[in-house]
């Protein structure tokens, strides 16, 4: 499948797409091969984004109403689905995932995000509170949301397109200019969104794109930048840590959207077809590439053998291959780099005493997808809690399955973790389904299925995943300042 992608990926300053000095090259994770050179900007043109959102806020776009801003977003929507198969090739050619997963999730999404914000927004009703005072007239406190102002927007290579405009849609709709950073890894789908947000007419100034790095890079250029607002980052915890840092002197308003290990919990109860359906989508899903995977799995002891059996049997029966091919279940990992890590995990584990239930190495194709990024599925038992391959976030196709024997021992086992972002639980005890969802220290609790979503409910993890929620009225007030006005009546 040949890209879309053009061979030169441009930042989009102002209203313009303009190039840079250094460039960097974006592969392709199934063969290796070259799709494009990026422009990586640097601290100026940064600081340039910076000052022309300032500037936009100034502009039109300041002036509009919150209806006026919905009609422009529901055009970038339009915008998106009129070039939809170029979205899809492109984020296909970045990131190597299944055409029908860029099809049915990423560009879907992506479309999706800008039309529920641009609803949400020009439906949202805020507080008013009428109050008694000593003289007898009373007083009545209303709130109102204005614009942040300049958001810097920071965004990972899992779901490039969807993470992108799930922060971009709602700081839009509520009215704020924006420089968004995608990552370094995927950025052919943000550039496209450039293009699409220049022909919706979003007036210039209002949505930005610098490409480049982190550390010493756009990135960390962004984040050090005195003109943004605020700052909503999707990706590592470590990397949340490094920028909380880089904004704390400017007391900057940040939403940190980061890593997980999250756990799959089956009770012998659960309708077992639908558990392993489930914990295979949980755990495969995008090569694991989904911060709510569940690279944890406990199973009750009277099924466990039964289930891992029947998990060994998908993951060996899984299709690994081109994107374009019928029915493949998996592609390759994001980069090289990032599966010299997970193949680090695959040793690892080895060496912590695992039993390879399945995969565990590199798959051979005998063509140019062996200079790709592939790895096998794999599957582990026989680890302890506190192994690293069981503590720390791998983000690739494997999980850990352990036995557990009572519901207080598998919650303890599972909120035992320095992160707290998703769980999945599989029951047909109802009582059993409400109780325990409350009591795992997690953001997201999905019982009987997994990532199901409603863009109005709250999202976002604790712990080391995460600092704040979005979705719903939570991205609105987030990429809101939220202001009460009393008047004395
Ligand atoms: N909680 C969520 O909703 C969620 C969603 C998707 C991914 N994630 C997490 O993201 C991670 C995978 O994404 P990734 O590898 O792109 O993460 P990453 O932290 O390496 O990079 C994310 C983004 O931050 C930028 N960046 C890196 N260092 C920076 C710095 N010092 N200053 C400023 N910007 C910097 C990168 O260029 C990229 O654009 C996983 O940990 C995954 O769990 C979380
Ligand atoms: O990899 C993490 C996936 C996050 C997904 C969302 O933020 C979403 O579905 O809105």
Redesign the pocket.
Known sequence: MKPASPALLRNYVDGEFVGSAATFDNINPVDGSLIAQVCEADRATVEAAVAAARLALQGPWGAMSVQQRAAMLHKVADGIAARFDEFVAAEVADTGRPLEQARTLDIARGIANFRTFADLAACANTDAFEMATADGAGALNYTVRKPLGVVGI??????PLL?LTWKVAPALACGNAVVA?????SPATATLLAEVMRDAGVPRGVFNLVHG???DSA??F??ESKGIDALT?????R?GS??MK?VADGVKEVSF????KNAAVVFADADFDAAVAGVMRSSFTNSGQV?LCSERVYVERPIFERFVAAIKAKVDALKIGYPDEGGVDMGPLISHGHRDKVLGYFRLAEQEGATVVAGGGVPHFGDARDNGAYVQPTVWTGLPDSARCVTE?I?GPVCHIAPFDAEDEVVARVNASDYG?ACALWTTNLSRAHRVARRIHVGLVWVNTWYLRDLRTAFG?VKL??LGREGGRYSLDFYSDVANICIKL
């Open positions: 920071i965004s990972p290579w899992n779901l993470l950073k995608p990552s370094e890894e790095f982190g550390a990135g960390q962004l984040t980052f999707t990706g590592e915890s990397t490094t920028i880089a959207e980061l890593g997980g911060c976030e983000f972002l993890g995943s995460g």
